[in-house]
Nanobody, 121 residues
Framework: QVQLVESGGGLVQAGGSLRLSCAAS????????MGWYRQPPGKQRELVATVTSSGSTNYADSKKGRFTISRDNAKNTVYLQMNSLEPEDTAVYYCNAEARSKPWDIWNNYWGQGTQVTVSS
């Protein structure tokens, strides 16, 4: 099993910045893509950004330019730098990873417990 633990959420004023971290631990053979999703109040979960093990990134269009995803493979950790935050960015942010615990395992999808980000106007 793989566990994902997010940190770095909190309350920030509009225009401010936050950096989220997500560390994977447990029985890890290999991690493929890692990413961030978010769920605003009363809405469905949506993609923020993903990054592959080789560093290729993908962003939801509305996040390009303000959010930056990065990854430290040695630490099994993914980061999300969020700048120029807006009240509309208020959401629970979830970390996601596609991983194998053993060489013969299929790829499994794992989620963190989520971290709250609140942006005040």
């Amino acid at each position: 099993q793989v566990q994902l633990v997010e940190s770095g959420g909190g309350l920030v004023q509009a225009g401010g910045s936050l950096r989220l971290s997500c560390a994977a631990s447990g029985s890890i053979f290999r991690i493929n893509a890692m990413g961030w999703y978010r769920q605003p109040p009363g809405k469905q979960r949506e993609l923020v950004a993903t990054v592959t093990s080789s560093g290729s990134t993908n962003y939801a269009d509305s996040k390009k330019g303000r959010f930056t995803i990065s990854r430290d493979n040695a630490k099994n950790t993914v980061y999300l730098q969020m700048n120029s935050l807006e009240p509309e960015d208020t959401a629970v942010y979830y970390c996601n990873a596609e991983a194998r615990s053993k060489p013969w395992d299929i790829w499994n999808n794992y989620w963190g417990q989520g971290t709250q980000v609140t942006v005040s106007s």
